[in-house]
């Protein structure tokens, strides 16, 4: 018998021995591991909203995941996961020893490990950091680390971590992504049955996602319940009311990507300054007005049915549309913020930016730029201008060549006036200005202005040059704007997840005076009402813009304001081939005129006249009223320039 007891006791400390050294090894080895979960920092979506507030994406990389400090939990979902997955949480140490004891008894009877006696903890620990396979290593490495965090972290923030990592089916991960996700609420709003769907979630996602299987996720709710009951956690009412009922489930997409061609471009725009911007769990707040965002959407794509309707009925051949597409960007004149951004008329069809990626030849929508020079200079709207043809000699690889340029009516005017000849495009009448003014002279104002590779020859006046519509669009502001130029600007500011914030703004350049680009307002004004841009109008509000339509009606334009926003519209073929005869003031005005129409019915409170500036000079013949500043003066009577005081200057 002394010999036995001896054996026995060797055995033990041998047995002890070998625990410890083996408890010590596997603890050295997984202590890096630990660190995953103490310095808990995983990836998480990054939200996009509009300038109101609304979401308009997710961006995310491959775990869609909302994150929610321990605060925004509810009790009673803590209650309920409590219940349902390990009583004892809020008693044991990470491990509960008299589950595994159980556990062991069924392992031993089966001849393999079966049972699993997790805790919470535990299961935090397998999903994280280990793996699923039942062995005996990853059982003990799985134990060392749950008594190690549980020795690191308190109960409430192993829970937090517990509920944001953990899978909830839908590839939906952590418990806020899942309540949004199914549900489309807040972890507050949830009742007592959508609390239970969620908990009952992570022992099989798959099997119990109610987008697929609603009576598996019901049923396992309603286990969920019980338990609670049995507890004595709610009330036999609670269990009975909510036993039977049915929540509306949602099978949303994902990103919930609702303006792509806009989030697209925020990628690009933001990707080099937050190289984790997918992951990083940004809040980026945009410029964009969704509900603007849908109608412009909506607008381009009737202009574009409209322009598959006049090819189909032309008396031709019948046109070849597959390739027509448009764009169109709306922005606020003050601030330089993109209200709506619309690429293409599919973005299923084509991911392809045309506001931004296509540079195309704006055509007649560039001259209100060279007659802002000509104004600077000097000239007033009512200078007179030659409306007649010339030829232009010009040298080709050696080669004397010739240019007729010529009107898009066909005939001449003559002598004309500043105003007239822009508000009805005269194409002579611009070429002549620029000659006269000197081609060196008027390229050098226009590359101030901000352009660039623009033709040093006489074809600049007609705008043969690429240029894409946003970048169009800024320029624009500088009339809307009154003299000042705006870069569009698409985000308005970003939101780390630490609370650190970032604003952005518009860069601002000034071009020229208010009161001399009010003399531009005013003739563009004019184009809406009687001259190229007459598709354009809407009542009851004064409207400003310019036609484009470039050489065999490749690409057509209409670029516009209002007191308070501006749009530019665009419409052409991507393969840069010829439409049948589409002219900016039909296919891209008319479609400016129903965007505006539509716009005062959301917003009737916007402005609807534009301001005059307080050193601008109205003159008013019998027919007509005319603008004029201390640069641009009135025209002279005889030898004597006219006075503030005339009431009936004859022009």
């Known amino acids: 018998m002394k010999y036995i007891f001896r054996a026995i006791v060797a055995l033990f400390i ?12 596997y603890s050295n080895e997984i202590k890096l591991d630990a660190d995953k979960l103490i310095n808990y920092n995983p990836d998480t979506t990054t939200r ?60 031993v009877k089966a001849m393999k ?22 062995k005996f290593k990853r059982k003990i490495n799985e134990a060392i680390l749950a008594l190690k965090l549980e020795n690191k972290l308190s109960k409430e923030e192993i829970l937090e971590r517990y509920l944001n ?12 992504t899942a309540a949004q996700g199914y549900f489309r609420k807040e972890l507050r709003e949830l009742n007592l049955k959508e609390i239970a769907m969620l908990v009952g979630l992570p022992k099989a996602p798959s099997t119990y996602d109610p987008t697929r299987h609603l009576d598996l996720a019901l049923g396992r709710a309603n286990t969920v319940l019980f338990r609670m009951n049995s507890l004595g956690w709610i009330t036999d009412e609670e269990y009975q009311k909510y036993e039977q009922y049915r929540p509306t489930i949602y099978d949303d997409t994902l990103t919930k990507n609702r303006t792509p ?34 109608l412009a959407k909506k607008s381009l794509y009737d202009g574009y049915v409209a322009i598959l309707e006049r090819g189909e009925e032309a008396k031709e051949e019948p046109v070849d549309y597959s390739d027509l597409n448009g764009a169109m960007v709306v922005l606020e004149n003050k601030t330089g913020e993109v209200l709506a951004l619309v690429g293409g008329v599919d973005y299923k069809t084509s991911a392809y930016n045309r506001a931004i990626q296509s540079l195309r030849q704006p055509g007649s929508s560039f001259k209100p730029f060279i007659y802002q020079v000509a104004l600077d200079a000097g000239y007033s709207p009512q200078s007179k201008l030659t409306d007649i043809s010339r030829t232009f000699s ?34 002579l009448a611009t070429i002549n200005l620029v000659n006269e003014l000197g081609l060196s002279n008027i390229h050098r104002e226009i590359k101030k202005m901000g352009f660039e590779k623009i033709p040093a020859d006489l074809s600049m006046s007609l705008g043969t040059f690429g240029i894409s519509p946003l970048h169009l669009s800024g320029f624009y502001t500088m009339f809307s704007n009154y003299g000042k130029k705006l870069d569009p600007i698409l985000v308005k500011k970003v939101i780390t997840k630490e609370g650190d914030e970032k604003n952005y703004t518009a860069k601002e350049s000034v071009v020229t005076s208010a009161s001399q680009a009010y003399l531009s307002i005013s003739i563009l004004r004019d184009v809406v009402k009687k001259g190229t841009g007459r598709r354009a109008r809407v009542e009851g509000i004064e409207l400003a813009g310019k036609t484009g339509t470039s050489n065999d009606y490749k690409d057509t334009w209409f670029c516009g304001f209002s007191p308070e926003i501006q749009s530019v519209v ?40 534009f301001d005059i500036p307080e050193d601008v000079r109205v003159l008013k013949s019998k027919n007509a009223t005319e603008y004029f500043t201390p640069i641009s003066k009135p025209p002279k009577r005889g030898n004597q320039e006219s006075s503030s005081s005339d009431e009936e200057l004859l022009f």
Do not use: C
């Not at 909203?49 to 609304?54: K, L, T």
């Not at 004309?416 to 495009?425: D, I």
């Not at 900016?584 to 409170?605: D, L, M, T, W």
């Open 261 to 294: 061609y806009v989030i697209d471009q925020i990628l690009r725009e933001l990707e080099g300054e937050y190289p984790d911007i997918k992951t990083g769990g940004y809040n980026i707040h945009t410029t964009i007005d969704f509900e603007l965002q849908e």
């Open 165 to 176: 990592e953990i899978y909830f089916g839908h590839r939906y991960y952590g418990v806020k």
């Open 48 to 107: 996009i909203y509009d300038r109101n507030g609304e979401l308009i994406a997710n961006l995310f990389n491959k775990k869609h995941r909302l994150y929610a400090p321990f605060s925004e939990i509810p009790p009673r979902l803590i209650e309920a996961l409590v219940a349902i997955e390990d009583t004892t949480f809020f008693e044991h140490k990470g491990v509960n020893y008299e589950a595994i004891f159980r556990a062991v008894i069924k392992d």
């Open 570 to 609: 665009w419409y052409g073929k991507d393969d840069n081939k010829a439409m049948y005869k589409e002219t900016g003031g039909k296919a891209a005005g008319s479609v400016f005129g129903s965007f505006f129409k539509e716009y005062i019915k959301i917003h009737p409170e916007t402005k609807r006249a």
């Open 394 to 427: 010009y040298e080709d690889k050696d080669e004397e060549k010739e240019w007729k340029p010529k009107n898009y009516s066909k005939n001449f005017a003559g002598i004309l006036t500043l105003r007239q000849a822009l508000v009805h495009s005269r194409n």
């Open 113 to 134: 490990l079966k049972e699993g006696a997790s805790t919470l903890t535990q299961q935090l620990i397998k999903n994280t950091i280990l793996t699923n396979e039942k």
């Open 14 to 25: 041998i047995g002890v021995v070998s625990g410890l050294l083996a408890f010590a090894y």
